[in-house]
């Protein structure tokens, strides 16, 4: 079974510029994650699609943060313009529908992207 | 914000011994807990995941779980040095499945 594939694996950009990451989650998961992990903590969620729906963007800083997830599959997380404390890695995950309709019982994490603002 | 609490180690352990982790949360309506295991540069993967007050083993892992005083652990028996990582906890916060993840704790198992 493929896992979730994530682009690009490193960037380096300057403070004001834009960025873009892409994420194709496992085949069949109706859940998709975008999450920031800052060096030192946890992974913190921006936003939550189920099939192609936000369902939680209650931390997704939306002046510069963007994300879509097109046709239900894969998504793009977008930051225009970026700023210092955007440096972290950005972890794309997929879940599937458990039984009983349990959803984020098990996620399966793509390798991340690490984001250098300079 | 439902808060996560993890000790951030390093929690250093010799091979052959128990590490034991902990974890409390705040959102006492939280009823699914889980254990990921993050390698250095890389990804979080699950390790464990409970429901249910008590104990559930899995291999040389066990997972604890006290809804009352709202704590959640891991031990890890027979420590082996491909145990060295971060560890950790999650709670699903709502039924749309958000996990609000601690900060980790840093295990070393030296050998």
């Known amino acids: 079974e493929a896992g979730v594939a994530q682009s690009p694996r490193y960037k380096i950009i300057e403070k004001r510029q834009s960025v873009a990451f892409w994420c194709n989650p496992i085949?069949?998961?109706?859940?998709l994650y975008w999450y920031q992990q800052i060096l030192g903590q946890g992974p913190k969620l921006l936003i939550q699609?189920?099939?192609?729906?936000?369902?939680?963007d209650s931390q997704l800083p939306k002046d510069r943060f963007s994300a879509e997830r097109l046709k239900g599959v894969d998504s793009t997380l977008k930051i225009q313009p970026a700023k210092l404390e955007d440096s972290a890695v950005y972890l794309c995950?997929?879940?599937?529908?458990?039984?009983?309709?349990?959803?984020?019982?098990?996620?399966?994490f793509g390798s991340g992207t690490q984001l250098s603002v300079l | 914000q439902k808060e996560v609490e993890q000790n951030s180690g390093p929690l250093s352990v010799p091979e052959g011994a128990i590490a034991s982790l902990n974890c409390t949360y705040s959102?006492?309506?939280?009823?699914?807990f889980f254990w990921y295991r993050q390698y250095s540069g890389k990804s979080p993967e699950l390790i464990m995941f409970?429901?249910?007050?008590g104990d559930k083993e899995d291999g040389r892992f066990t997972a604890q779980l006290n809804k009352a005083s709202q704590y959640v652990s891991l031990l890890i028996r027979d420590s082996q040095p491909s145990d060295s990582a971060t560890y950790l906890c999650?709670?699903?916060?709502?039924?749309?499945?958000?996990?609000?993840f601690g900060a980790g704790t840093q295990v070393v198992v030296t050998p």
């Open positions: 995950a997929s879940s599937p529908i458990g039984g009983q309709g349990r959803v984020g019982e098990k996620l399966f």
């Open positions: 085949s069949g998961h109706a859940t």
């Open positions: 699609f189920q099939n192609n729906g936000v369902v939680d």
């Open positions: 959102d006492r309506g939280s009823q699914s």
């Open positions: 409970i429901y249910s007050n």
């Open positions: 999650a709670v699903k916060v709502d039924s749309w499945g958000k996990l609000q």
